[in-house]
């Protein structure tokens, strides 16, 4: 059975640092790119940060450069999202995403709820 189980999230104030993380479980997690998503209320899902294996590259929404740093272990199955700087725009759901474009997989977590607010 196939899981994604994000943690890490909660109440920040601005100017503040997170550590998100999403452990898999269910599929062989080093074949896969990992994504962190996040969608805030009435707004669209929007990309937050990617990263392959094993090439390990990695990308960044525009408003993450320079902030949000995506990094990945494979023994433990789990990739991380360091955010630092933290603004209250950044307040929303993140999402973890694991793909695997060659065989058309895409698997999503639950979501961690991020809030920036004094």
């Known amino acids: 059975q196939v899981q994604l189980v994000e943690s890490g999230g909660g109440l920040v104030q601005p100017g503040g640092s997170l550590r998100l993380s999403c452990t898999a479980s269910?599929?062989?997690?080093?074949?896969?790119?990992m994504s962190w998503y996040r969608q805030a209320p009435g707004k669209e899902r929007r990309l937050v940060a990617s990263?392959?294996?094993?090439?390990?590259?990695?990308n960044y929404g525009d408003f993450a450069k320079g902030r949000f740093t995506i990094s990945r272990d494979n023994a433990n199955n789990t990739v991380y999202l360091q955010m630092t700087s933290l603004k209250p725009e950044d307040t929303a759901v993140y999402l973890c995403?694991?793909?695997?474009?060659?065989?058309?997989?895409?698997?999503w977590g639950q979501g961690t709820q991020v809030t920036v607010s004094s």
């Open positions: 990263i392959g294996s094993p090439d390990i590259n990695t």
């Open positions: 269910g599929f062989t997690f080093s074949d896969f790119a």
């Open positions: 995403k694991a793909s695997k474009a060659s065989r058309g997989l895409i698997y």
